[in-house]
C-alpha cells in the first residue's frame, strides 16, 4: 500500500505548482527480534536478543531500548561504550541525526555496524502500522516525536502478541525531553531519561562521566553572568540590515579576555575584549558581532593574561577589576582597531578537546575544572568520579553547554588517553588536537589494495613510454621510504640558435592514480585524510604503506610506474621545450641529500650519476636566480631533525637541519614541474583546471612587523614582493649574524594562506603566487604524501595531475 504526500509550491514566476509524492508502506518489514514468531526473519537478520538481561537497576525485567533523536545527538559518547545493547534505532531517528550532525551520524552508523552491540535498524516511516502523517499545523519535531511514539507502543504490542512461549521483551523508551516523556507515559509507554538510566547501570565504571550536560544556555537567566544571546531570527534581522556583522571568532593565545574576528567591510579585523565582549564564544565558533562606535574603539592589549580558573567561585570580582582597565584608546593612535562585542552565536564549531583535570580542592567533590591543551580554549567544568585516576591522565573531554550563570562551559569526560609525559599518550594530543585522522585502515581500503607480489603487467609497459634504460635517481631527507619523484640529466645533440649546449632534464612522480581509482574507499580514504603527517617516530600515512612505501615508491633498482614531465634546457636553464607522458622508470639509486651532494662534490666521480647531478644542479641554481630576480621570497623556516633509537623509537639528539645545494636542486625542478603542469592545465582546461594561488598580504597584515623592524633602524619596503625581497636581503647587523634570520621568520607570520582554486572563478591576474614569484601554479608533485583536495569551491575529488 501506499500514501500520499501534497505540496503546493511557487515558482519564480510566481506560479502555484502542485506537488505529490507518493510514499510505499509495507507490512512486511521485520522487527529484528529473537523473541519473535511472526516475523520471518533468517537466521543472519536476528538482531536483537530474546532475552535481553537488564543491566539497569530501575527495570529488573528483559527489555530493549528506543531512543530518541536527541538522545543520540548529544549522548553518542555514552552510546559508543560497549554497555547498551539491544537497541532499537528508528529510521525517523537516522534522518534526524544525519540531517543535524554527519559526524554524529558516522558514529552511529560505526555502532550500528558492530554485531556484539547488538543495534537494530528499523524502518519505521515504511512500515504501514508505525508511519504518521503530519497533522495540519503541527511542527516537525513534534511529528517526530509522536512516530517514535508509535513506534514503540508498536513493538511492545508486536513483541506481546508473536512471543515465541508467552515470554517477552518489553520496551523502553529513552528521552531527555519532558514533554515526549509525559505524553509517553500518557499513551501507556515505559520511558526514562538517560540520566537516570545510566546512574543505575551497575558494573560500568566511568560511565556516568560520560553523560552530556544538556542545558539551555538562555534558559539560566538567575544569577547570570553573561547577557543573553540574540534568537537566530534576532540574528538573520540584524546582518540583513546592517546592524550586526557575522564572523569566525578566534581566541588570542596571550589574553584570555581578548579575541577577533574578520568581518567583511572591514581593512582590520574586529576586536572583543573582557567577557562580556567574548559572551561564551569558543575559537572557531561563528558568531554574530555588534560594532560599537568609533569613540569607543580600542587597540589591542600587549599584555599576556592566563586564566588563573580555581574551583573556589569564579572570581567575578577580578575579572571586574582586569574589564575597567580596558579602556577607549585615544582616536589619533594609528592602532586603534574596530571593536565590538560578540550578541549571539550563529553556529558552534566545538570538537572534542585534549588536557589535563585540575581536581577540586574539596574532598569528595565531583565537579572539576579541565584546563585544555590549546590556550585559545577556556577551562571546561566537568563531573567525575575518578578525579583521583585522571589527575595524572591526559584526557579528552567534549564540550556540552554554556549557560549564562556558569563562569566556564560545561562538559563532559570522553575517554582518557594515557598517562601524562608518556610518549604515545602525547603523540596521541597532538594527532587529536590537529584534527588528523590516523586510525587504521579499513577492510574496504584494503580492500583496494593489489596484492603484496604485484609486479607491472606487460599490457601496462605497452601503454606508457618506457624509460627504464634513462640514468634515472632520486633524493630524499635520510630514512625516506616514500620515494615520489625521481629525475634525471642528460646532454642532447645539438646546440640552440645563440649556440648554447641543450640537455634533456625530467621529472618522474610516482603514478599513484594508476592503484587509486576515482570514488573508491581508498580514494575517499585519502581525500579524508589529505596529507601525510610526520611525527618524530613515525608518519601516518595517506595511503596504505604497501603503496605510499613500496609500489609507488621509487626505489633505486626497481621498476615503478610515474607520470613524466621532460623538458628541453639550455644552458641557462630556459625552456625550450616540454612534453608530458606516463612511463615506466627505473631508478639507478636512491640518495640521500649529503650522499647526492658528495657525489657532486668528488672530483674523482665522473660515472653517469656524477654527470647528471651536475648538470641538475647547476640549472638548479640558475632557475633559482631566476625566481629570485622575479621577486621570489626566502622566508626561513629552520627545521630541526630528531635522531631516533633503532629499538626504542625514542629521540636521543636533535640538531637544526642542513641545508645543502642538493636540497635546492630538487626543490627548483619541482616547482619547475608544477608550474609547467599548471601551464599545460589551464591551456587545455581552461574553465577547470585545478589550480594553487597565494594572495599578496594586506597592508594591514605588515604592521606590526614593520613597526619592530623599524625599531632596528630598517625601514623595509612591501609594496610588491620584489621590493620586499631586497629589503630583507639588505636588513643585516653584521654583529647579530641570526637577525637576518629571525626577520625572514617574523616575514612568514605576515602572509597569506595559499589556497586551491578552479580556473574559471579567478582573472587570470589572481592566479599569481607571491611566494614564488610566479603567475601560474599548481601541485603535481608529491602525490603519495599530497591529495589536492578543492576545500573551497567544492570541486570534484581528483588526484593533482589527473
Avoid at 577492510?443 to 640514468?471: F, G, H, M
Avoid at 603542469?677 to 583546471?689: D, G, K, Y
Avoid at 580556473?759 to 599530497?786: K, M, N, V, W
Amino acid at each position: 500500500m501506499w500514501t500520499t504526500k501534497t505540496f503546493l509550491t511557487k515558482t519564480k514566476r510566481g506560479n502555484i505548482l502542485k506537488i505529490v509524492r507518493e510514499h510505499y508502506l509495507r507490512s512486511d518489514l521485520l522487527c529484528g527480534s529473537s523473541a519473535c514468531n511472526s516475523c520471518p526473519h533468517k537466521d543472519d537478520e536476528f538482531v536483537l536478543d530474546a532475552t535481553p538481561k537488564s543491566i539497569c537497576a530501575l527495570f529488573d525485567y528483559d527489555h530493549y531500548l528506543i531512543l530518541d533523536t536527541n538522545v543520540v545527538l548529544h549522548q553518542i559518547d555514552v552510546l559508543e561504550e560497549d554497555a547498551l545493547t539491544n537497541v532499537i534505532i528508528l529510521q525517523t531517528v537516522l534522518e534526524e541525526v544525519k540531517h543535524q550532525n554527519g559526524a554524529i551520524f558516522q558514529r552511529l552508523l560505526e555502532i550500528i555496524g558492530k554485531k556484539k552491540r547488538k543495534f537494530y535498524s528499523f524502518v519505521n516511516e515504511h512500515h504501514k502500522d508505525t508511519y504518521v502523517e503530519r497533522n495540519p499545523g503541527e511542527k516537525a519535531n513534534d511529528r517526530n516525536d509522536r512516530a517514535i511514539r508509535q513506534a514503540a507502543s508498536w513493538y511492545a504490542s508486536h513483541l506481546s502478541i508473536n512471543s515465541l512461549d508467552g515470554k517477552f521483551p518489553q520496551i523502553v523508551l529513552l528521552t531527555d525531553d519532558e514533554k515526549n516523556r509525559k505524553l509517553a507515559q500518557e499513551e501507556g509507554i515505559v520511558c526514562c531519561s538517560v540520566k537516570d538510566y545510566v546512574e543505575n547501570i551497575n558494573g560500568f565504571v566511568g560511565l556516568v562521566d560520560k553523560l552530556s550536560k544538556n542545558v539551555i544556555p538562555e534558559s539560566c537567566s538567575k544569577d547570570a553572568l553573561y547577557p543573553a544571546h540574540l534568537t537566530p531570527s534576532q540574528i538573520h534581522t540584524g546582518i540583513r540590515n546592517g546592524k550586526l556583522y557575522q564572523g569566525t571568532f578566534h581566541a588570542s593565545r596571550e589574553n584570555y579576555l581578548e579575541g577577533s574576528s574578520v568581518v567583511t567591510g572591514f581593512e582590520k579585523p574586529i576586536l572583543l575584549q573582557g567577557l562580556i565582549g567574548i559572551n561564551r564564544a569558543v575559537d572557531g565558533d561563528i558568531v554574530a558581532i555588534e560594532i560599537f562606535p568609533k569613540e569607543e574603539w580600542r587597540k589591542p592589549s600587549d599584555i599576556v593574561l592566563e586564566d588563573k580558573a580555581d574551583d573556589q567561585g569564579d572570581r567575578l570580582e577580578e575579572e571586574s577589576e582586569l574589564l575597567t582597565t580596558v579602556k577607549p584608546a585615544d582616536p589619533s593612535n594609528d592602532e586603534i582597531t574596530p571593536t565590538g562585542k560578540v550578541v549571539g552565536i550563529i553556529r558552534r564549531k566545538w570538537r572534542q578537546y585534549c588536557g589535563i583535570l585540575k581536581p577540586s580542592k574539596f574532598p569528595g567533590a565531583t565537579r572539576h575544572l579541565f584546563t585544555p591543551a590549546e590556550r585559545k580554549i577556556p577551562h571546561v567544568r566537568i563531573e567525575t568520579r575518578q578525579s583521583d585516576v585522571l589527575a595524572s591522565q591526559r584526557i579528552l573531554v567534549a564540550l556540552d553547554s554554556w549557560p549564562r550563570n556558569s563562569r566556564y562551559p560545561l562538559g563532559h569526560f570522553v575517554r582518557s588517553l594515557g598517562p601524562i609525559g608518556d610518549k604515545t599518550a602525547e603523540n596521541e594530543v597532538i594527532l587529536l588536537e590537529h584534527d588528523v585522522p590516523h586510525a587504521r585502515f579499513s577492510e574496504a581500503v584494503l580492500a583496494c589494495l593489489p596484492p603484496d607480489d604485484w609486479t607491472i603487467p606487460q599490457e601496462e609497459i605497452n601503454k606508457r613510454v618506457d624509460l627504464r634504460s634513462l640514468c634515472i635517481c632520486s633524493v630524499d631527507p635520510p630514512g625516506c621510504t616514500d620515494i615520489d619523484d625521481a629525475l634525471h640529466a642528460r646532454p642532447i645533440d645539438g646546440v640552440t640558435g645563440s649556440g648554447l649546449k641543450k640537455y634533456e632534464v625530467g621529472v618522474h612522480i610516482a603514478d599513484v592514480t594508476h592503484f587509486v581509482r576515482p570514488n573508491t574507499a581508498l580514494d575517499k580514504e585519502a581525500a579524508l585524510r589529505s596529507t601525510t603527517v610526520y611525527l618524530v617516530d613515525k608518519r601516518i600515512d595517506m595511503v596504505p604503506d604497501l603503496l605510499s612505501s613500496n609500489l609507488c615508491s621509487l626505489r633505486g633498482g626497481e621498476e615503478r610506474l610515474a607520470f613524466s614531465c621532460v623538458w628541453e634546457l639550455d644552458e641557462n636553464a630556459n625552456v625550450l621545450s616540454t612534453k608530458f607522458h606516463k612511463s615506466v622508470i627505473k631508478s639507478r639509486s636512491a640518495m640521500t641529500y649529503e650522499e647526492a651532494q658528495l657525489i657532486i662534490d668528488d672530483s674523482s666521480r665522473s660515472d653517469e650519476i656524477a654527470s647528471s647531478l651536475r648538470v641538475l644542479n647547476a640549472l638548479a641554481k640558475k632557475l633559482k636566480q631566476k625566481r629570485l630576480d622575479n621577486g621570489a621570497l626566502l622566508l626561513a623556516s629552520p627545521e630541526i631533525r630528531f635522531q631516533v633509537d633503532s629499538e626504542t623509537h625514542d629521540p636521543v639528539e636533535v640538531q637544526a637541519k642542513k641545508i645543502l645545494d642538493t636540497n635546492s636542486m630538487v626543490e627548483e625542478f619541482m616547482l619547475l614541474a608544477n608550474v609547467s603542469v599548471a601551464e599545460c592545465l589551464a591551456r587545455e582546461f581552461p574553465q577547470c583546471a585545478l589550480l594553487r594561488r597565494h594572495p599578496s598580504p594586506p597592508p594591514a597584515y605588515f604592521e606590526t612587523f614593520l613597526k619592530a623592524a623599524k625599531q632596528q633602524g630598517f625601514e623595509l619596503d612591501v609594496s610588491t614582493n620584489k621590493a620586499f625581497s631586497k629589503s630583507l636581503d639588505t636588513a643585516v647587523i653584521p654583529e647579530r649574524p641570526f637577525f637576518n634570520t629571525l626577520l625572514r621568520i617574523m616575514a612568514t607570520r605576515c602572509m597569506q594562506q595559499a589556497v586551491y582554486f578552479s580556473s574559471g572563478t579567478r582573472t587570470q591576474d589572481e592566479f599569481y603566487h607571491y611566494g614564488l614569484a610566479c603567475p601560474i601554479y599548481t601541485h603535481f608533485t608529491s602525490p603519495i604524501r599530497r591529495y589536492c583536495l578543492k576545500t573551497e569551491l567544492r570541486l570534484s575529488r581528483r588526484w593533482c595531475w589527473r
